[in-house]
């Protein structure tokens, strides 16, 4: 155990040649420590239903992923680090997903994993199915360690990918019609924030700014509310709902598979189009 | 029969109204213009919901416009301070139509003293008993007081 501990004490630079070296040692020697009986936990191994709450200093992210990844974890991270916010997501002792305000996969997790001081606490998010990250998590931490080093003063240089563009994809509007999620583009170009969630109230997409994980909630208790609303008063099945404040509108619509999508948009934001493409 | 219940009535002018309620911030209905299926105890429950509901969306400032749609039916809200009006319409409510009658209806009903509007005796259309509860306060909004 105290070899353990030492080893995982190096002092070094988090993106140096020797770190991404000393990352490499580390591994081999924690999974050699293992016993041979022992087993990587399952998810249903309730392996997050005991043990400690903490609060940690001088972590850096790679330990964070490494710590998550080796004992199988089933958990959700919030990274905020100056003005960015990303988030984490591991599953089956793997990072699965990754997402900042505009990228997502392998090259939000890169991003991430560049930013060099900041905060990690845990959030509800669930990974999506089918994972959006399909490296090992080694391998990951291999390529942010080499990006760091070959360019150590700037963050990774990453193709933005446009706000609307990402609302446009297949996984936020409805997969059955994605050529007419194609089409409506233009109206989503202000969007400000979305989020989607599934049947279980599990967030699997979230976009734009702000605090994401919020406005699932409360897009999850308007739902909610409206559903009371409408049997208390005999209105038939809650289709959509949307609200009007000063400075943006709201549009939140529940789908036929049970699962609710839900953004914000400028007030000039044209959205006649999106409420066509739903039915409304 | 009070100015703001003819005011809420003046709504049905509008093609497709089923009928409509006010609502205070606190989730009590004040003033009803409803078929008689609405039962008090169903508005008794659904005056707080939708006061959540309003709560909930005042994220980034006061929400003035709800629509909630549903299979066959809208659900139009107009907050403004103190009151929500609550609108029952069919789904293919002129919406414009509907919008121009809720402006006239919610100026008519801020120049009406929430006092007196809570004061109205209840009757056809009011919901009885809620007059004691308002009447004597004065009438607070978001930490604000409107009267």
Known sequence: MDSLLETHTIPLHPWSVAWTFAVVVMLIKTLSSMPENASVPTPDSGIRQVGFEAQLQRVTLPDLVQMECLSGSEASFRVVSAANTGYLMFSGGQLVHAMTRTLRGEAAAQEILSWQQGKVEPCKFRAPNPPTILCHWQELLMRAAQRCDENPTTNVVLEKVNVAQELNDSEFLSSDEPEKAAGSGRALSKVIRAVRLDTQGNVVVARGEGNQEEFAELSAYAVRMAQVVGEGLGMGAFRALEWTLPNRNGLLYGESNGSVASLEASPHAELNTLRRRIGL | ?147
């Open chain 2, 1 to 147: 029969m009070s100015n703001a219940l003819e005011s809420l009535k003046g709504l049905r002018d509008v093609d497709g109204i089923i009928g409509s309620f006010v609502v205070s911030a606190q989730g009590v209905v004040l003033l009803r213009d409803l078929p008689a299926m609405f039962t008090q105890s169903a508005l008794a429950e659904v005056g707080p919901r939708i006061a959540r509901l309003r709560d909930t969306l005042s994220h980034e400032g006061d929400v003035s416009n709800i629509v909630i749609r549903y299979e066959d039916h809208k659900l139009v809200v107009r907050a403004q301070l103190e009151l929500a009006i609550v609108v029952l319409a069919e789904q293919g409510i002129h919406m414009p139509q509907l919008k121009m009658a809720l402006n006239l209806v919610s100026k008519s009903l801020l120049k009406a003293d929430l006092g007196a509007l809570a004061s109205v005796p209840p009757g056809v259309g009011e919901v009885p008993g809620r007059a004691e509860s308002t009447v004597a306060a004065p009438a607070y909004y978001r930490g604000h007081r409107v009267s």
